[in-house]
Every structure is written in C-alpha cells, then in structure tokens.
Nanobody
C-alpha cells in the first residue's frame, strides 16, 4: 500500500517560516510529478505547488514568491519551504501526485497554523 507521510507543520506567527516534508514511496516519487495541497476548515482541498520530475515548478498565485517546492532524489522526499506566512495559509497540508488521475491514498497531512 502506497503511504505518504507529511511532517514539519506547526504553529507560526505571521511573517514566520516553516518547512514541510513529504516522504513518498520510491516508485511513486520516481514516477510522478509531485505536489503539495492544502485544505482549510470549511474549504475544499486546493493545489499549492507542484514540481515535475525534471525540476520545473508551479505555484498557485497566493503563494508565489513566498513558498518554494523542492524534491530530493536520494531521500524520495518533497519539501515545501514556506516563508512570510500569513494567517490565510492556515490549513492541513498534504502531498500527492500532481496529476489527480494518479492520486494515491492521502496521508494524514500536517497542520499549519499561522497566528496574526
């Protein structure tokens, strides 16, 4: 069973930083473009950023210039560096394949809470 494990969340003040990490199974990591998603209370899950196997990246407008996604081929991890955090970044953050047709079981996610 494919298992995604997210970590690194926590409480931060507005303007602060956090780094999230996602550990993915080797075959999934090597075979897919990977993405970070988030779900705020009462809202649908949304795409935050994705990174292609070749390294190209894409960000949703609300995080451009503040977040950076990266992938580590040796560790099979996908990281999300989050800077200049805002209260509206508060959500549970998840990783999965960038292509929704290739989504596997969601992990438990990691909670990010940003206080004003």
């Amino acid at each position: 069973q494919v298992r995604l494990v997210e970590s690194g969340g926590g409480l931060a003040q507005a303007g602060g930083s956090l780094t999230l990490s996602c550990a993915a199974p080797r075959h999934m990591f090597l075979g897919n473009d990977m993405a970070w998603y988030r779900q705020a209370p009462g809202k649908q899950r949304e795409l935050v950023a994705y990174i292609r196997r070749g390294g190209n990246t894409h960000y949703t407008d609300s995080v451009k210039g503040r977040f950076a996604i990266s992938r580590d081929g040796a560790k099979h991890t996908v990281d999300l560096q989050m800077n200049n955090l805002k209260p509206e970044d508060t959500a549970v953050y998840y990783c999965n394949a960038a292509d929704r047709r290739l989504w596997t079981n969601w992990g438990q996610g990691t909670q990010v809470t940003v206080s004003s």
